[in-house]
C-alpha cells in the first residue's frame, strides 16, 4: 500500500486519543463502580470483552478515519502493484 505519512501520523494521533479516552472510561468503570466486590472473577472477563470490543471499535474507526482523512487532502492510498483484486459477486436474490 502507498500512502503519504501525513496523513498517517493524523490518524494515529486520532486512533491513539480513542485509546486513552476508552482505558481512561474502562479504568474509571472498574476502579469507581468496583466491579470485583459485585461479581468477583467475573468481573475480569467482562473487562477484557469491553476492551477487546472497544479496542477493534477504535483500530476500525482509526483506519477508515484516516483513508478520509487522506483521500480529503488528495493523497489517495493505492494498493500495491502486486496486490490481489477481487471480484464482486452478486448473490442470486441481490436486487440491482
Same mark, same amino acid.
Given at each position: 500500500?502507498? #500512502? =503519504? @505519512?501525513?496523513?498517517?501520523? $493524523?490518524? !494515529?494521533?486520532?486512533?491513539?486519543?480513542?485509546? #486513552?479516552?476508552?482505558?481512561?472510561? #474502562?479504568?474509571?468503570?472498574? $476502579?469507581?463502580?468496583?466491579?470485583?466486590? /459485585? &461479581? %468477583?472473577?467475573? !468481573? +475480569? #472477563?467482562?473487562?477484557? !470483552?469491553? @476492551? /477487546?470490543? &472497544? *479496542?477493534?471499535?477504535?483500530?476500525? &474507526?482509526? *483506519?477508515?478515519?484516516?483513508?478520509?482523512? +487522506?483521500? %480529503?487532502?488528495?493523497?489517495? /492510498?493505492?494498493? !500495491? +502493484? &502486486?496486490?490481489?483484486?477481487? =471480484?464482486? $459477486?452478486?448473490?442470486?436474490?441481490?436486487?440491482?
Amino acid at each position: 500500500v502507498r #500512502i =503519504k @505519512w501525513g496523513p498517517t501520523f $493524523v490518524g !494515529a494521533a486520532v486512533t491513539s486519543i480513542l485509546f #486513552i479516552i476508552g482505558y481512561l472510561l #474502562i479504568y474509571q468503570f472498574v $476502579v469507581k463502580r468496583e466491579l470485583e466486590d /459485585i &461479581y %468477583d472473577v467475573v !468481573a +475480569s #472477563i467482562i473487562v477484557v !470483552a469491553l @476492551w /477487546i470490543f &472497544y *479496542a477493534s471499535l477504535v483500530y476500525l &474507526y482509526g *483506519a477508515s478515519f484516516t483513508q478520509a482523512y +487522506s483521500n %480529503d487532502r488528495g493523497k489517495v /492510498i493505492e494498493p !500495491a +502493484s &502486486y496486490a490481489y483484486k477481487f =471480484k464482486k $459477486v452478486r448473490d442470486r436474490g441481490e436486487l440491482d
